[in-house]
């Protein structure tokens, strides 16, 4: 078989292509920096007899936001672009056969939904590519019943995707009696392989059925798909078993030799294990599913290359989708390949061993294939421009970020380390809404103590310039505690009808579980819903106007109301977050496009709210941070922490949110000796503009002609007002001086800006006269007239050596360092002032 691999032969041009050891949404605490890749043609002499599997976890998403998310802004979706993908490259990659996992839709009885997974289907019908399909859990109008419990002449998936459609594909063996499970035999480098497809839910006669299949088919390997079997643990690594793994281990895996491989979807993320069967060979499970991750999965899929020669199993996950967006729509979670633990592998199997008791005559074909996994990835990179390098820099200090208009409260926790009692009071920088603890007796919690809440600096996220956070511990639905805003404050009454952008920090305690912390609230705006005129609803009638919490599938979830909150509410949802890890997000909504966007770590969720300006709220309640807020009482305690928090009264874009940096370019040296001084001159003036509370840093230039090694530095902080000085008035020696002034917030400075002067020698002091003695002589010498004797130095008037412009002297600031953190202190605390009276 020849090999046709034409992009291998191009030349390939990839920029900051990065790829990544894991992927969920929250994904990074600080989105990771992009780096060069070079994607090489695969080695022409490394041939096999190879052949690539391909997999397509959950698309429930994709189906279920096409029309509505992808198709407005992209003009395609995941689902559909890794159909045309996988047909356009069948034959570069030596695809025989696609496995769906599941979940093809995300809402069974939505037709639209159904119509997007078709149209990406089809693709696959008219390029005769065969797959096979199955349903999972959201596939079916009841996923709490076995298969055969359903009404299947009423099942979506059955009109869909049922027999019918599956009997038009060349590899199509039969379906069980319900029409949702099937199987299929297709060839690969001449030897046969079976795909056999078990719905969600199986009953024990559709495992009945399964196990006929094998029966009718001794000879012939089998891959084994489901939409649930394996699970993977909290650490998003290990495997774990579950009631439909084992079930069907024991029911029809372990006793059939065949089975070799399974792959099944559920399960949020990737892991794998290998177990042995009845007969003490291996069993090689695989769960896949990336539907939490970044745009709903971002068109990730699986290329599972089969060696067949050197007997090795290797899997590559790639998008697709990632590879063919607009480069200016890129974000950091954009990689067009995972390279994590159980994303990327290869296995030794020996195909011929492994099968030879039940198809012994089972050889591999012709050697003449290359790498397949290789020139995957190569396809995949072949022109991909990574997302432009990540310009967010750590912040200095605790000003370095960008003050926005309209800041309503601004909440951080720097300075405040230790237990949160009774007398702590967390400030709000920019007006009048500061935090205080209820005593935990004046709550309905259960448990609560007061070290159950602590402001801790020894972890905050990397790019928030508040060093501390507060954190909760030992929370659960019952015992909690909560920072809340004063009965007056203005915070409460805030009309957000014109948009807003709520903005914090948070972060999973690393022994958050679902059962004790999930439907848990970070901040949350107090009240009840059923009072301010929204229509019953089934669930949360009771609940608070607006809050931002986590789900039990741990999914950051925004819920708020309209201004008019007769419309009801409106949600947003992230995709899977992961504990102990920071995140930033930042709600913004906008009443012009009548949208919230909700933002992780700068990058926008895929299931944003729509039809929604502003906010309603209920008139005399609170702020909190730490609880939800239900049938008027606090409840659901957040387990973890929470960074600085601020809320604005309007929409913003990224460069204004706390992760960014503030301004420091508009530093100014306004006035500065130059020219030559006088020699005379007793102090020079350094004067200018700058950043309020950054350092001022004067220090000699690097190649200053008169700086000597020793010259320290002289430091100022900008006053309030934008201004700051620093006078020189000792060390003015004569000669020629390079000078640098820079501007900093800690660690963190700009370009220094050089300032080059000179002063001019001292003439020489003229030579002493001393009355000529009898004869013309003078005392110790003997030239005519009281000359200096050739040769003999000129000295000052201290008697010291004159300086010419060969050396010079220190420059010493008038200020001293402590007295520098006695002004900087000072402006800080005005700049605070300044600020609670801007609010």
Avoid at 149 to 166: H, I, K, Y
Avoid at 618 to 640: F, K, V, Y
Avoid at 793 to 812: E, F, H, K, N, Q
Wanted: charged share 20%; net charge negative.
């Amino acid at each position: 078989m020849s090999s046709r691999l034409p992009s291998a032969t191009r030349t390939r041009r990839t920029a900051a292509a990065l790829t990544v050891a894991g992927l969920a949404a929250g994904l990074a605490v600080a989105a990771p920096a992009t780096t060069a890749a070079t994607a090489a043609a695969p080695p022409a002499e490394d041939l096999a007899s190879r052949f690539t599997l391909a997999v397509l976890p959950d698309t429930q998403f994709y189906s279920r936001y096409s029309a509505d998310q992808f198709l407005p802004r992209y003009g395609t979706d995941p689902f559909a672009t890794q159909t045309e993908w996988l047909t356009a490259h069948a034959d570069d990659l030596r695809i025989p056969f696609t496995l769906h996992l599941g979940d093809i839709v995300d809402r069974a009885g939505v037709e639209a939904e159904w119509r997007a997974a078709d149209a990406a289907m089809r693709t696959m019908d008219e390029a005769a590519a065969p797959y096979s399909i199955l349903p999972g859990n959201h596939d079916v109008l009841n996923s709490g019943v076995r298969d055969d419990q359903l009404d299947v002449a009423n099942e979506p998936f059955n009109r869909w995707f049922g027999a019918t459609r599956a009997a038009t594909q060349s590899t199509y063996g039969g379906s069980d009696p319900l029409g949702l499970s099937q199987f299929h035999i297709f060839e690969a480098e001449g030897q046969r392989f079976m795909s056999l497809a078990v719905a969600w839910n199986a009953s024990d006669a559709t495992l009945a059925w399964a196990q006929s299949v094998l029966d009718a088919h001794p000879d012939v390997p089998v891959i084994l798909t489901s939409h649930a079997l394996i699970n993977v643990a909290a650490d998003q690594t290990s495997p774990v078993e579950t009631g439909d793994s084992q079930r069907m281990w024991d029911r029809l895996i372990r006793g059939n030799d065949q089975i070799f491989l399974t792959f099944n979807g559920h399960f949020h993320g990737a892991t794998r294990q290998v177990k042995q069967n009845d007969f003490g060979h291996d069993v090689h499970q695989v769960l896949m599913d990336y539907q939490m991750a970044y745009e709903g999965g971002n068109g990730y899929l699986g290329l599972v290359e089969f060696d067949l020669t050197n007997g090795r199993l290797s899997l590559e996950t790639g998008s697709p989708w990632v590879v063919q967006k607009p480069q200016e729509s890129l974000t950091s979670y954009d990689q067009p390949l995972l390279d994590g633990e159980h994303q990327r592998f290869s296995v030794p199997i020996d195909f011929r061993e492994r099968f030879a008791g039940f198809a012994p005559g089972f050889t591999a074909g012709s050697a003449d294939e290359p790498k397949l996994t290789e020139a995957a990835r190569a396809i995949l990179l072949d022109g991909f421009e990574g997302p432009d390098p990540i310009s967010t820099e750590a912040p200095g200090n605790e000003l370095d970020f960008v003050e926005a208009e309209g800041t309503l409260a601004h909440w951080r926790f720097n300075g405040q380390d230790g237990v949160v009692d009774a007398d702590t009071v967390i400030e709000d920088i920019a007006g009048d809404n500061d935090l205080t603890r209820p005593d935990p007796a004046d709550t309905n919690a259960v448990g609560t103590l007061w070290e159950d809440v602590t402001v801790q600096s020894s972890d905050v996220h990397g790019y928030s310039s508040d060093a501390a956070a507060v954190c909760f511990d030992d929370s659960s639905g019952s015992r909690f505690s909560y920072l809340t805003t004063a009965p007056d404050a203005p915070i409460n009454e805030a009309d957000l009808s014109q948009g807003y952008t709520i903005e914090t920090f948070v972060k999973m305690d690393a022994d958050w579980n679902a059962s004790a912390n999930g439907w848990s609230k970070a901040l949350t705006r107090t009240g009840n819903r059923s009072q301010i005129g929204v229509p019953e609803t089934r669930w949360d009638w009771t609940a608070s106007p607006t809050a931002l919490g986590i789900s039990n599938l741990r999914e950051f979830q925004y819920t708020s109301l309209d201004a008019d909150a007769t419309l009801g509410d409106r949600v947003n949802w992230s995709g899977e977050i992961m504990v102990d890890q920071w995140q930033h997000v930042a709600i913004v909504n906008d009443p012009e496009s009548r949208t919230t966007t909700m933002y992780v770590d700068g990058a926008p969720v895929l299931r944003n709210a729509t039809n929604v300006g502003g906010m309603a709220w209920h008139e005399g309640h609170s702020w909190i941070l730490g609880a939800d807020w239900t049938d008027d009482a606090a409840r659901n305690g957040w387990h973890g922490c929470i960074g600085e928090t601020r809320i604005i009264d309007r929409p913003t874009t990224p460069d204004e949110w706390l992760t960014q940096r503030a301004d420091l370019t508009g530093f100014g040296v306004r006035e500065a000796p130059s020219g030559e001084l006088a020699s005379d001159v007793s102090s020079v003036r350094f004067a200018g503009v700058g950043f309020p509370g950054a350092e001022v840093r004067l220090a000699p230039a690097a190649e200053g002609v008169a700086a000597r090694a020793d010259l320290g530095g002289a430091v100022t902080a900008v006053a309030a007002d934008g201004t700051w000085e620093i006078v020189v008035t000792s060390g003015l020696t004569a000669g020629e001086h390079a000078v640098e002034l820079s501007q900093a917030l800690g660690a963190r400075s700009i370009t220094p800006q050089r300032v080059d002067f000179a002063i001019a020698a001292a003439a020489p002091a003229p030579a002493p006269t001393t009355p000529a003695l009898p004869g013309g002589t003078v005392p110790g010498g003997t030239a005519p007239g009281g000359a200096v004797p050739t040769g003999a130095p000129a000295a000052d008037v201290d008697g010291s050596l004159a300086a010419t412009g060969g050396d010079s002297g220190i420059l010493m600031p008038v200020a001293v360092a402590a007295s520098v953190l006695t002004v900087l202190g000072g402006v800080l605390l005005a700049l605070r002032r300044r600020r609670i009276a801007r609010g």
